[in-house]
């Protein structure tokens, strides 16, 4: 047969699949891949959450699965299957799904391709159990797809379903949704007993990665006995929000920005985190770790990274992070007196409780609920350009936001003139705005502060809402892109600049300022920031734009 024939013949193949599934003959999405010596069917996925009756599973993990599966983004013979030591049947673990997931007319059909089995996450026995499981399903949706395809009469399937089915490629994809403390004999048993045997498997991990350098370093050298670096994808959910996202887009894209993008222009960074809730009862968890190792040290030290690094040389997974661990190499060893900690205690009206007022809280608990930190990057873009860091928990608001300060003009034409600033807002109200000075209408010569704005809901058809970042972050995992994910020397450069800080404040015994619950945050953090120049306007409110 000619190279003609073959392409003609692979055309028609792929049409008659497209009628297939339009009429709904075929529930499940497969590929067509053209060979000059053969057709096979490409793959079958298989997503697999260990902790699925965990809250994690049920919170962020199920419902951005859902997500994924509705849009069409997973494959519709995709199988997900739970793993947890909760003794629960499989028809139990649909109502369990039913629970925590919105109602849909996909909803069944998901239901549908989920399975569940129980066992425990120490030995070998569960996971042995799980994978038999697993291959009894990579079997039973190979040979779907070979029966709907011999009943169409199409040669693609070879000589039966079962030899269609012994080519069918099984990827597997491991999502720990369970405590790090048990990352490692979880990782050894899936590698011993759990690996896909033709294809790939890729192992979704989730922070906190260690408590500091050491311990990091032994979980990455663990996990490393059992998988590949680029076997490996740990998630820092905040690296899959829209507006972080667009961060490399909004500065590589737009060449207004670079000539800017340095000392000689931006005064000072500050990258704000604030939570106006505490920890309701999960205390005694937060409390090993408190607010630096459990977001300044990731999310915060991520986006600062995303905003500071060199140009990559391409958008690459392994150029963006070689810039991003260039960039952190750069910053210098953090000083106790650049540094505020604080810890929550009731509010004015003692409706809110303080910190130590959770039961599930150590008594005497030094642990900060409040930081902020000023840390310095020394190279030739940044040498002298403070970049502050702040986060808090049971703050006066909840959001989270990039502002990006410009010197003064260097000519005072005007009095009171208040700074330019770039601020992109992360959440709620996604929006990138641009703070200027300008003449107010009239015949009066007076200033005021206004905004370029660029509000997303206002200005984008965004049907449905932004997507949630597990949702990004959980696709990317089965295309195999590592551009959103931490690498382990990221992850170690990290904690290198953490760990001395965290070591001080613990053998020192630093105790945190207290702050009212609902406020700004210790006063002293609001000092350190005007030592480093940062201007904060009080007359100027910014409001998103509505829309139209």
């Not at 900060?368 to 040498?383: E, G, I, K, S």
């Not at 107010?440 to 200005?459: A, F, I, M, N």
Request: hydrophobic share 40%; glycine share 6%.
């Amino acid at each position: 047969m000619s190279l003609d024939s073959l392409q003609a013949e692979n055309q028609r193949l792929k049409n008659e699949i497209a009628f297939l599934k339009k009429s709904n003959e075929i529930l499940i999405e497969h590929e067509l891949i053209a060979d000059l010596q053969d057709w096979d069917i490409k793959e079958v996925l298989s997503i697999i959450v260990i902790g699925a009756s965990g809250d994690l599973a049920k919170k962020k993990t199920f419902p951005a699965l859902f997500a994924l599966f509705r849009l069409g983004f997973i494959p519709h013979n995709v199988i997900i299957c739970g793993y947890a030591r909760t003794k629960m049947t499989t028809l139990e673990f649909h109502s369990f799904l039913r629970s925590c997931l919105k109602k849909d007319e996909k909803l069944e059909e998901f239901i549908l391709r989920c399975e569940y089995v129980s066992g425990q996450y120490e030995g070998t026995q569960g996971f042995t159990d799980l994978s038999i499981r697993l291959k009894q399903l990579e079997t039973e949706s190979a040979l779907s797809i070979g029966q709907h395809i011999n009943t169409s009469n199409s040669p693609a399937l070879g000589s039966s379903p079962n030899t269609f089915a012994s080519r069918v490629i099984n990827n597997r994809v491991f999502y720990f949704a369970i405590p790090p403390s048990i990352f490692i004999p979880v990782a050894c048993a899936i590698n011993n007993c759990a690996r896909s045997q033709n294809g790939w498997t890729r192992v979704v991990v989730e922070k906190p990665f260690g408590r500091d350098l050491e311990s990091a370093q032994q979980l990455s050298r663990q996990l490393a006995t059992s998988f590949r670096e680029e076997e490996l994808f740990r998630i820092d959910h905040y690296l899959g929000k829209e507006m972080v996202q667009n961060l490399m887009v909004f500065r590589f894209s737009n060449s207004i920005f670079e000539p800017l993008w340095n000392r000689h222009h931006v005064k000072c960074v500050l990258i704000t985190f604030k939570e106006d809730i505490g920890t309701d009862g999960r205390g005694g968890y937060f409390d090993n770790y408190g607010i630096i190792r459990d977001v300044m040290q990731n999310h915060i030290l991520q986006i600062m990274a995303l905003v500071a690094m060199e140009p990559p040389i391409s958008s690459a997974a392994r150029d963006v992070r070689d810039e991003k661990v260039k960039l952190l190499r750069s910053v210098a060893q953090l000083k106790l007196e650049d540094v505020v900690v604080g810890q929550y205690g009731p509010s004015k009206d003692q409706t809110k409780k303080g910190y130590l007022d959770d039961p599930t809280v150590p008594r005497g608990s030094i642990t900060p609920t409040f930081a902020t930190a000023v840390l310095h990057v020394n190279n030739a873009r940044w040498a002298g350009t403070p970049f502050i860091l702040k986060c808090g928990k049971a703050l006066n608001e909840r959001k989270a936001e990039v502002r990006i300060q410009f010197h003064a003009p260097a000519t005072q034409l005007f009095t009171n003139q208040p700074q330019n600033e770039l601020v992109i807002r992360v959440q709620p109200n996604e929006a990138i705005y641009w703070k200027f000075v300008s003449k107010k209408p009239g015949l009066s010569c007076d200033l005021e502060q206004t905004e370029l704005d660029l509000t997303y809901h206002s200005r984008f058809e965004i049907k449905g809402g932004l997507p949630d970042a597990y949702e990004r972050l959980i696709l990317d995992v089965t295309r195999g892109d590592h551009n959103l994910f931490v690498r382990d020397d990221e992850l170690e450069v990290a904690w290198q600049i953490f760990t001395p800080l965290l070591k001080q404040l613990e053998q020192k015994r630093i105790q945190p300022i207290i702050y009212e619950f609902g406020g700004r945050g210790p006063s002293e953090s609001d000092l350190l920031l005007q030592k480093y120049n940062y201007s904060r306007n009080l007359d100027y409110f910014w409001k998103p734009t509505p829309k139209l």
